[in-house]
C-alpha cells in the first residue's frame, strides 16, 4: 500500500463545477501538503495543513486526522485551473520529507 | 525575484558522461531537497540535506551524490549518466522547526541519457 493515495487519477470537468481530490496517508505523516504542477511543469505550493481547513480564493483544503484523509476542492472551475494536483505527506522525524502521492490530472473545458 | 534557481534546465547525455545539476535558494532556508520525477509515479527524493553541513540519503540514491556547498546552494552530481536516469530533476527548499512551512521548488532540469 502506497504511503500516500489520491484519487481520482485524471478528472475532466466542465468550467463552473465544483470539484474534489482526494487524499489518503498513512500512519507517521503529521500533515499533508497541497502542489499544484502547470503544464510547462513548474510545482507551485498551495496549502501546508495539520489540522481542520485553509482557504485560498477558490480553493479549500480540508484534513481529517482521525481517517487519515484530506480533500482538495475547487469551486467555479475555470480552464485555467487545468494543472496536476498533488498531495504529499510530511513526516513526522523526517526532516521535514515528504512522500507525493501520483498527481490527479485536472483538465477543465469551457 | 525570490526562489530556487535550478541550471540547466534542459540536458542530454550519453551514456557514461558525468554532469552536476546546480540548485540554490536565496530564501535563507534551511533545508533542501533533491527529487526526480518519472511518469505515473510520484516524486521521489533522491537526496536531502537538513542543514547546511549534513547530507542524507532518500528513497533513490543509488547513482547520485550530492554536496551542500553552503547554505544557498545544494548540488546534484551524476558520475556515469545511465538511461535510467532519464528524468525531470527538481530542487526543493524550506526552513524547518516547523512542519507547517511551504516548499518551493525550481523549476525543474529535464534530462535524457541516450
Known amino acids: 500500500k502506497n504511503e500516500v493515495e489520491q484519487s481520482p487519477q485524471n478528472l475532466t470537468a466542465q468550467e463552473g463545477e465544483f470539484i474534489t481530490i482526494n487524499c489518503s496517508y498513512s500512519v507517521g505523516i503529521s500533515a499533508l501538503h497541497w502542489l499544484q504542477q502547470h503544464p510547462g511543469g513548474g510545482i507551485v505550493s498551495l496549502f501546508m495543513l495539520s489540522s481542520g481547513k485553509k482557504k485560498h480564493g477558490r480553493l479549500i483544503a480540508t484534513i481529517n486526522i482521525q481517517e487519515k484523509h484530506s480533500s482538495l476542492h475547487i469551486t467555479a472551475s475555470h480552464p485555467r485551473d487545468s494543472a496536476v494536483y498533488i498531495c504529499a505527506g510530511l513526516w513526522e522525524t523526517s526532516g521535514s520529507r515528504l512522500t507525493f502521492g501520483e498527481g490527479t490530472q485536472l483538465t477543465v473545458n469551457p | 525575484n525570490a526562489g530556487v534557481t535550478q541550471t540547466p534546465k534542459f540536458q542530454v547525455l550519453k551514456t557514461g558522461q558525468s554532469m552536476t545539476l546546480q540548485c540554490a535558494q536565496d530564501?535563507?532556508?534551511?533545508?533542501m531537497y533533491w527529487y526526480r520525477q518519472d511518469p505515473g509515479m510520484g516524486l521521489r527524493l533522491i537526496y536531502y540535506?537538513?542543514?547546511?553541513?549534513?547530507?542524507d540519503k532518500g528513497e533513490v540514491p543509488n547513482g547520485y551524490n550530492v554536496s551542500r556547498l553552503n547554505k544557498r546552494e545544494f548540488s546534484l552530481r551524476l558520475e556515469s549518466a545511465a538511461p535510467s536516469q532519464t528524468s525531470v530533476y527538481f530542487c526543493a527548499s524550506t526552513r524547518t522547526g516547523t512542519n507547517l512551512y511551504g516548499y518551493t521548488f525550481g523549476s525543474g532540469t529535464r534530462l535524457t541519457v541516450v
Open positions: 540535506s537538513a542543514s547546511e553541513g549534513t547530507t
Open positions: 530564501m535563507n532556508h534551511n533545508s
